[in-house]
């Protein structure tokens, strides 16, 4: 009767152990309060309510209620709100959604006196995400990028750097996301309202490329080197011009080094050394950035005594 009381629940099959289908391709939209955290223990309730009712008041003005009604797994997070919807919509939620948000958050905190004021980073992405209906709905890499995206330090960054009063929301899109709602045109944004950055978290493995967008900016946008260029080495100094050597000094004077460098005259910029069985100080790449001290000939009396 009560035969399956204390069994564990059934596992699926591994990753790559046999072919799946792929769960249904989701447009997923976090979003996240601003200095949350350091704000009084009594705001934190407040705000975790009011987050998503200012997301649903500017779906509402963006012509977008059915995209709140049929939302797909719809949690919070604390300081934030996290929901999946249909991915055809995402041009309407980058262009008009966005912009509609700035103005919601902008009336909101001009009528809520001796409330600080709430601004927000959204991060908006694309991917297959499946839908159980349950508490354990809607978790995947997609979901994990998701967030990953928005703690990333170029979005961070540019609420920190914008004045407080007049933007109230900064954007970050996946690049999947850009590509396939920005890029094809069918976003009413050009593509020049967003900036091109890499996003990378304090403390994760994270690295992605990404595309910030702020509909009211008033300060500069975050740019960092784009995700797909790599840093490249610096060019080698030339060598400084062989030193003229009178005939005398060519007759008496032998020079040799053979695990390291001799100077002979002046010397400009730095010098490679690698030395495999020295013994003293082991160098390795540029003499100059790892050997204090004297790095020249040290001559104590006359150079060329008895060479007269």
Not at 114 to 139: C, K, M, Q, Y
Not at 166 to 179: E, G, N
Not at 269 to 276: A, L
Request: aromatic share 6%; glycine share 10%; with cysteine.
């Amino acid at each position: 009767m009560h035969e399956h009381i204390g069994e564990l629940p059934r596992g699926t099959a591994g990753s790559y152990s046999r072919s799946r289908p792929l769960p249904p391709y989701r447009g997923i939209l976090a979003v996240d309060a601003k200095d949350f955290t350091g704000r009084p223990a009594i705001e934190h309730e407040v705000i975790s309510r009011v987050v998503p009712e200012l997301l649903r008041t500017a779906l509402i003005r963006a012509e977008l209620g059915e995209l709140w009604n049929d939302r797909k797994f719809p949690a919070s997070t604390g300081d934030g709100y996290v929901l999946g919807f249909d991915p055809s919509l995402m041009p309407f939620v980058v262009h008009p959604l966005l912009l509609t948000l700035q103005d919601v958050l902008t009336d909101h905190n001009i009528l809520s006196h001796g409330v600080a004021p709430i601004r927000l980073r959204v991060s908006l992405h694309i991917g297959p995400l499946p839908d159980t209906g349950d508490e354990f709905s809607g978790n995947g890499t997609a979901r994990n990028d998701t967030h990953r995206l928005l703690d990333s330090r170029p979005v961070k960054a540019v609420l920190a750097s914008h004045k407080a009063n007049i933007t109230h929301v900064a954007a970050i899109l996946s690049d999947r996301c850009f590509q396939e709602a920005v890029a094809s045109g069918y976003t009413g944004r050009h593509p020049d309202h967003f900036v091109e950055v890499a996003a990378t978290v304090d403390g994760k493995p994270f690295f992605q490329r990404a595309w910030i967008y702020v509909p009211q900016p008033s300060g500069p946008l975050h740019e960092e080197v784009p995700a797909g260029d790599v840093a490249q080495e610096p060019p080698l100094e030339k060598a400084a011009p062989p030193v003229e050597v009178s005939e005398r000094e060519s007759r008496h004077v032998r020079n040799s080094a053979p695990n390291g460098n001799i100077n002979t005259g002046t010397v400009h910029g730095g010098q490679s050394v690698s030395n495999s069985h020295v013994a003293g100080d082991h160098v390795t790449g540029n003499k100059a950035g790892h050997v204090r001290g004297f790095q020249g000939d040290q001559v104590r009396g006359d150079k060329y005594q008895g060479q007269q």
